[in-house]
């Protein structure tokens, strides 16, 4: 009997959660990025298939929101269906409390945020990536991009490998190059050139004019090579130079966990970045706690409508979302610790929630 109604009330929360998926994908989409793709299409000139190729690669950024959404609308819409036709009231006479109805709606919360979290580990940071390199590459084909002091750190396994830093780069060339090599964290090699130009068709940069400098384990140099030129495989484009710092959403969080290290090394605030990776775990989560916060607001007649369900889910969504830029703004401040600032807003809207389940329950 049990297993029954778990099967029946999960059947009741899939087709609401879809589509509140779809829904919510149609609105946030619209106003986070066909908007501006429009303007950068009519205004910049950008070609319609750069514009539709971006749109797809940013899309899953939004879709990682989208899903808490889905699961709000998802259980709210279903149990307030259920509450409608007086099902609830049934379930409760044979002796199953909303407690055990809840079984099911939480075993889909917590299923919906483990594949939010896998997908945003797996899916986002590469999207994003190509995201901005194609928006990049399409700018500097119609207009040559400069940047001064560029300096970018390159990590393997959490260890610093490289440091690049260039005085200029325009265009696909950088000038006034300085790469400085690390061997398990000791200088090992310093290369200073005039210039290193990008050759796209080998993923490689060509450094003109320079010198290598071999550094014994003793810090002195051992070797010094003059080169005209020098071709060295670099895994950054760029793109990804003029990018400099990889934002958070372009990191998975291993990546991100290191990024923090290497900027406490270097002396730099990295509260931001701290808030940013446990938001990169809060969010998915955030499914778990609208789980639990949507079945309870959904048991009563008035929200029956799909139309009444999916303004009041934004409502909510609405209200989430301030507690979560207040919480992060006090976090920012130091006012509250960075994984409890990222983590407030799932605490009181799942405290929220359960004090709503418990006065149903008890009525």
């Known amino acids: ?190 290369v200073n050139a005039k210039e290193a130009m990008w050759q796209k068709e080998n993923d490689e940069w060509l450094f003109k004019d320079g010198t290598i400098y071999l550094i014994a384990e003793t810090g002195e140099y051992k070797h010094l090579i003059k080169f005209k030129e020098q071709s060295l495989a670099i895994k950054y484009t760029p793109a990804d130079f003029y990018i400099g710092d990889k934002n958070p959403e372009e990191m998975t969080i291993a990546e991100l966990r290191d990024f923090i290290g290497l900027k406490e090394k270097m002396g730099v605030d990295v509260t931001d970045f701290k808030i940013q990776l446990n938001m990169k775990m809060s969010i998915p989560f955030a499914s778990l706690v609208f789980a639990l916060l949507g079945a309870p607001l959904g048991i009563s007649r008035r929200r029956a409508s799909s139309s009444i369900g999916l303004g009041l889910s934004i409502i909510v969504i609405f209200v989430y979302y301030i507690i979560t830029f207040i919480s992060m703004a006090v976090g920012e401040i130091r006012l509250l610790p960075p994984g409890f600032a990222a983590w407030l807003p799932n605490i009181i809207t799942g405290g929220i929630g359960w004090y709503i389940l418990s006065k149903a329950a008890t009525q």
């Not at 205004?43 to 929101?65: A, E, S």
């Not at 986002?124 to 399409?138: D, F, Q």
């Open 1 to 190: 009997m049990i297993k029954i109604v778990d099967r029946y009330i999960f059947r009741e929360l899939i087709e609401p959660f879809l589509f509140g998926l779809g829904s919510f994908t149609a609105i946030m989409s619209a106003s986070m990025i066909l908007f501006e793709l429009v303007r950068a299409i009519v205004l910049r000139g950008m070609p319609f298939i750069v514009g539709m190729q971006i749109f797809v690669y940013k899309l899953p950024g939004i879709v990682i929101y989208i899903f808490p959404m889905a699961t709000l609308l998802g259980a709210l819409l279903a149990f307030a269906r259920l509450s409608g036709n007086s099902e609830i009231i049934a379930f409760r006479a044979s002796g199953i409390s909303l407690y055990r109805l809840m079984i099911p709606v939480l075993f889909l919360g917590l299923l919906i945020s483990f594949v939010n979290l896998g997908f945003s580990e797996v899916v986002v940071p590469e999207s994003n990536k190509a995201a901005k390199n194609l928006l990049i590459e399409t700018t500097s084909k119609h207009q040559p991009k400069m940047q001064k002091n560029v300096f970018v750190p390159e990590l393997e396994r959490g260890v610093l490998k490289r440091i690049f830093y260039a005085e200029m780069l325009k265009g696909s060339t950088m000038y006034n190059v300085i790469v400085q090599e690390f061997t398990d964290g000791r200088l090992s090699q310093i």
